[in-house]
T-cell receptor, first 117, second 110 residues
Framework: GAVVSQHPSWVICKSGTSVKIECRSL??????MFWYRQFPKQSLMLMAT?????????EQGVEKDKFLINHASLTLSTLTVTSAHPEDSSFYIC?????????????FGPGTRLTVT | GQNIDQPTEMTATEGAIVQINCTYQ??????LFWYQQHAGEAPTFLSY????GLEEKGRFSSFLSRSKGYSYLLLKELQMKDSASYLC???????????FGKGTMLLVSP
């Protein structure tokens, strides 16, 4: 089956620093990847749609200059949280879309827990 | 805007059957997904419905009524490991991402 990995699985950083999270599709090519954020006991909130070779599409309310997304290849998308603050502490999950059985399916990475101190 | 409603929490006992409902009002519809998410982990795919009716997969079944904007996930022979959050998600179109409900936290007790 399709496997999506994320790295790191968890990270602690100081306020004001930047953190990069990688999302890789291991056994398939993904022209589209999605980045979600999930706060405790809440659902997944889509942050942005990442398309290979073009600029990401951000959801309303998500600062594109703060959450930099790069989708440089068909198997890798990165999310960089710039000048992180404690309120950015959250569970960040990526997913990659692939065709399966004639329809698009989304495969989720294991998530990255970010804690900003 | 898109609206997907599910109960916040449900409790059930081991061995029982539980039904988790989901209603949706969305601008488009290209299928409804159910995911299971354990705390601190990513969601895992459970089921997909695009046509009306019941899809059965082992202990889990999912039902869809497009005219009513309604779906349910049925879990049979509950096990302790089924304690998790269950997310209902709608695909608005073939090319869009999923829009998630807030999830239903299911607690299975002995």
């Amino acid at each position: 089956g399709a496997v999506v990995s994320q790295h790191p699985s968890w990270v602690i950083c100081k306020s004001g620093t930047s953190v990069k999270i990688e999302c890789r599709s291991l056994d398939f090519q993904a022209t589209t990847m999605f980045w979600y954020r999930q706060f405790p006991k809440q659902s997944l909130m889509l942050m942005a749609t990442s398309n290979e070779g073009s600029k990401a599409t951000y959801e309303q309310g998500v600062e594109k200059d703060k959450f930099l997304i790069n989708h440089a290849s068909l198997t890798l998308s990165t999310l960089t949280v710039t000048s992180a603050h404690p309120e950015d502490s959250s569970f960040y999950i990526c997913s990659a879309r692939a065709m399966s059985g004639g329809r698009y399916e989304q495969y989720f990475g294991p998530g990255t827990r970010l804690t900003v101190t | 805007g898109q609206n997907i409603d599910q109960p916040t929490e449900m409790t059930a006992t081991e061995g029982a059957i539980v039904q988790i409902n989901c209603t949706y009002q969305t601008s488009g519809f290209n299928g409804l997904f159910w995911y299971q998410q354990h705390a601190g982990e990513a969601p895992t795919f459970l089921s997909y419905n695009v046509l009306d009716g019941l899809e059965e997969k082992g202990r889990f079944s999912s039902f869809l009524s497009r005219s009513k904007g309604y779906s349910y996930l049925l879990l049979k022979e509950l096990q302790m490991k089924d304690s998790a959050s269950y997310l209902c998600a709608v695909s608005l179109s073939g090319y869009s991402t999923l829009t998630f409900g807030k999830g239903t936290m299911l607690l299975v007790s002995p």
